[in-house]
């Protein structure tokens, strides 16, 4: 099976995952992505939802967030929003700066928090400072955040340590990813170069594993929502 990018250069045509598996698949964007034509992205048929970024840290807010989250949605995306965070930062200062921007009443799909670095911390600070930031996503929005990290980056800090949580993992190989624990992958971001109409360059791409569905990160809309 074709899991990742093949390009045949004479021709400079893609071959995508999307195109070779039965999959649900769908892509994360920033404001690297520059201007996305969302419509182009809607009529594809095996793009079936998008995270967005939304924060980082304490006080940057992705400059396209706003109009990418709202044209996405009027292109009948299935919507999430995603914080990266910052270990060093406060909890308090990065839940409020994500709070500002990713409105339950926006999303289709439960947050997502990027986890890349530890910013310098020993594992046991940094999980900590973590773990803490993540009780307070979740009380927040009543409901546990999906997680996103690559597959060393788990295996070195947080194997073993967040059963509670849905998992993205990120790995750019042919190889399906298996983490040290043996743990449940619910996605796996397979390539950071992928290609698609309605976008310039290079966008993430990710694909749900096994049995795994969408319904699992439906956004659970409740009254007295923020």
Known sequence: MLLCMLANTARAQYYECEDTCDHV????????????????????????????????????????YENNILTAHQYGLKV??????????????????????????????????????????????????????LEM????????????TGTNFYNKHLAGKLDRYLLMIAQYTERLPVLIDERDITMWQYTGKGHINGIRGYVDKSRFMGEHKLRELKFRHRKGEL
């Not at 034509?37 to 939304?54: D, L, S």
């Not at 965070?85 to 909890?91: E, G, I, L, S, V």
């Not at 996503?137 to 996103?148: A, C, I, K, W």
């Open 25 to 64: 698949h769908g892509i994360d964007i920033s404001h690297y992505q520059g201007e996305v034509f969302w419509e182009t992205i809607g009529e594809n048929t095996k793009m079936a939802y998008v995270y967005i970024k939304a924060t980082e840290g304490g006080d940057r807010i992705d400059p396209r």
């Open 80 to 133: 999430g929003s995603y914080h990266f965070y910052r270990p060093k930062t406060p909890q308090e200062l990065q839940l409020n700066n994500f709070v500002l921007q990713c409105k339950p009443s926006e999303q289709d799909l439960i947050p997502m928090i990027d986890i890349e670095s530890t910013g310098g911390l020993p594992t046991e600070e940094f999980c900590d400072s973590l773990f803490k930031f």
């Open 137 to 148: 996503v979740e009380h927040t929005y009543r409901q546990r955040p999906l997680l996103y």
